[in-house]
């Protein structure tokens, strides 16, 4: 599996779904952008917030796109037109109900699984082998309640696991960033907040 070039973050533009569940991924990008000391700034290229960090020495693309999250797949082809990135050189962090709050996954390809999000940016890459990091936050137990769920702030308890995992997958990033996959993965995935 390649190294990683972009990390995307996904969520929803604005105030109102800043703290919703369905930003999860948007908040790894955020953190990740703070930790190197550094923000996402508007670029209208890319139709999202972008910032261009080092993390272990790597040169790594941050993007959190400022379309809706069904709109995603543009701003992400967007950018790997411009930096001539591959599909399997992307990192997808997204928010995922069949993972319980304070656990997060790795995964290389597969479908979208009814996320919106990642249905979108198969449809513009025109490919689906890309890396995702699923970072769990549980379901509301009824199909009929996911959107409202997913548009939902979590409780404290459930913000704290969810802080948790995405500690956890910030440290597992440099050994994704360098190709690293199977370790990323066996730390990752062991993990229990």
């Known amino acids: 599996m390649s190294q990683v070039k972009a990390i995307i973050g996904l969520g929803n533009p604005g105030d109102n779904y800043a703290a919703t569940r369905h930003n999860a991924g948007a908040w790894l990008v955020e953190i990740l952008a703070r930790q190197a000391g550094t923000e996402l700034r508007p670029e209208k290229k890319f139709l999202g917030l972008y910032a261009k960090v080092l993390l272990d020495g790597q040169e790594l693309h941050l993007l959190e796109p400022t379309t ?12 790997c037109q411009f930096y001539k990135i591959a599909p ?40 689906k082998a890309f890396g995702r990091l699923r970072i769990g936050i549980g ?22 696991a969810i802080g948790a995992a995405l500690d956890e997958c910030l440290a597992t990033l440099p050994l994704v960033v360098t190709g690293k996959w199977a370790q990323a993965m066996n730390r990752l995935h062991s993990f229990k907040p």
């Open 88 to 127: 399997g050189e992307l990192l997808v962090a997204h928010d995922e109900l069949d993972l319980p709050p304070g656990s997060a996954r790795y995964k290389q390809g597969g479908g979208h699984g009814g996320h919106n999000g990642l249905r979108d940016i198969i449809s513009a890459l025109g490919d």
């Open 68 to 79: 809706f999250m069904n709109r995603s797949g543009g701003a992400v082809a967007a950018l």
């Open 139 to 160: 379901h509301p137990g009824d199909s009929r309640q996911v959107t409202n769920y997913v548009l939902g702030r979590p409780g404290k308890a459930e913000l704290e």
